[in-house]
Structure formats: structure tokens, C-alpha cells
């Protein structure tokens, strides 16, 4: 069985300043793990995801994620918060045979 | 299509009336996925077929919501004798699962319900 948490439903921080939204996961065999984003009116777009190969992996517009696996966890992040970040982002895990998703973090910027 | 591609994007109906949400899925893509999203909630599973495989119907919330799909393509979730807790979003993601799956889904923009 595999799980999936995000902390925080919502998260909100300012313009420039660092986004992080933290994932946790639990899976019985090796994850694949993925980050989603959903803006408004739109559907799931994938951010970036960690298969195998090298535990931090970049994503498009500017994102970052680092699989640590001690800690089960997939948290992302971006250096710089911009107005276009803000939207919903899911994480999720998969084990080859499905995807479970986490319930989303809404992220707030603030001007 | 370059991806995938749902219709309607809107669709208002009448408490009682059924209403079909189509999906049509990247070409090739073996596995369709069927979710539902409500206002303020995460991504709720609802089917899943893959292949000539029976579908996964787990997800489904009642005998009211059905789901077909032919050919190994184009899917309908079917939706009878609506009620206001079904509108939301239905949203239709589809998979490439060859041997080296990672279970990246691609999605559509949705279909978005309301039922007055």
C-alpha cells in the first residue's frame, strides 16, 4: 500500500521569499514520486518527478524537489516565490501500478 | 490529439437529469483514469481501466456513476439522476504503461459539472 501526506492545506508567503511545501510518502517497494500543479480553471500539470538516478531533481519554472528516502519524504521547493506560483500542487506516489495522490497544498503569494 | 481532451468543459444540468462526460486520451496510451475534485477537496479516484483489463471500479461513490471504454480509447463517465453533491470537476488522465512505467499520468482540463 502506498500513502501519501502533504503538510498544510494551505501555505502562503511572500513575493521572493522561499516556497517550500512538504510531501511524505509511505510505499512498500522503491517510489516513484511526482509533484503536480493545478492552476486555476486548469488541469494537473506535472512539475517534475524522481524515478531513479539522482535524488534532487529540477522542474520547470524553477522548482525543485530532493527525494530523501531516510525520510520518506519529497519536499518542493523554489528559491524565489513569484505572483505565477500561485496555484495548488499535489504530490504523489506511485509504485508502477497506480498513483495516489496527496490532498494538494494551496499556495498563497503575497505581494 | 497532442493530449488529452475532455468534453464538455462546462455542463450545467438539472437535479435528475444524466449527464455523459467524455474523455479522449493521448493516442497509445494504455491506461485512463477517471477523478473527481470538489471545491477545496483533493483528487478523488473514481475508475480505472488499463488495456482489455475489467475496470477498477473501487472508486466509484454510487450505482449512479458507470464508466465505458471502447475500443481501448475514448471513455464516457455516465452520471444518472444527478444530485447538487455531484457537481465538481471530473477530471480524465491517461498513462503510457510499458515495462518501464513510472505511473506518470497526463490529464485533461476537465469537464466542469454543476447541478442546480
Known amino acids: 500500500a502506498q500513502s501519501v501526506t502533504q503538510l498544510g492545506s494551505h501555505v502562503s508567503v511572500s513575493e521572493g521569499a522561499l516556497v517550500l511545501l512538504r510531501c511524505n510518502y509511505s510505499?512498500?517497494?522503491?517510489?516513484?514520486l511526482f509533484w503536480y500543479v493545478q492552476y486555476p480553471n486548469q488541469g494537473l500539470q506535472l512539475l517534475l518527478k524522481?524515478?531513479?538516478?539522482?535524488?534532487l531533481v529540477k522542474g520547470i519554472n524553477g522548482f525543485e524537489a530532493e527525494f530523501k528516502k531516510s525520510e520518506t519524504s519529497f519536499h518542493l521547493t523554489k528559491p524565489s516565490a513569484h505572483m505565477s506560483d500561485a496555484a495548488e500542487y499535489f504530490c504523489?506516489?506511485?509504485?508502477?501500478?497506480?498513483?495516489?495522490f496527496g490532498k494538494g497544498t494551496h499556495l498563497i503569494i503575497q505581494p | 490529439g497532442a493530449g488529452v481532451s475532455q468534453s464538455p468543459s462546462n455542463k450545467v444540468t438539472e437535479k435528475g437529469k444524466d449527464v455523459e462526460l467524455r474523455c479522449d486520451p493521448i493516442?497509445?496510451?494504455?491506461?485512463l483514469y477517471w477523478y473527481r475534485q470538489s471545491l477545496g477537496q483533493g483528487l478523488e479516484f473514481l475508475i480505472y481501466?488499463?488495456?482489455?483489463?475489467?475496470?477498477?471500479k473501487s472508486g466509484l461513490p454510487s450505482d449512479r456513476f458507470s464508466a465505458e471504454r471502447t475500443g481501448g480509447s475514448v471513455s464516457t463517465l455516465t452520471i444518472q439522476r444527478t444530485q447538487q453533491e455531484d457537481s465538481a470537476v471530473y477530471l480524465c488522465?491517461?498513462?503510457?504503461?510499458?515495462?518501464?512505467?513510472?505511473?506518470?499520468?497526463?490529464f485533461g482540463e476537465g469537464s466542469r459539472l454543476t447541478v442546480l
Open positions: 481501466f488499463q488495456g482489455n483489463s475489467a475496470p477498477d
Open positions: 524522481y524515478t531513479t538516478g539522482a535524488t
Open positions: 510505499s512498500s517497494v522503491p517510489p516513484y
Open positions: 504523489a506516489v506511485s509504485d508502477g501500478d497506480g498513483l495516489t
Open positions: 493516442s497509445g496510451h494504455t491506461a
Open positions: 488522465a491517461s498513462s503510457l504503461m510499458d515495462l518501464q512505467n513510472t505511473g506518470e499520468l497526463f
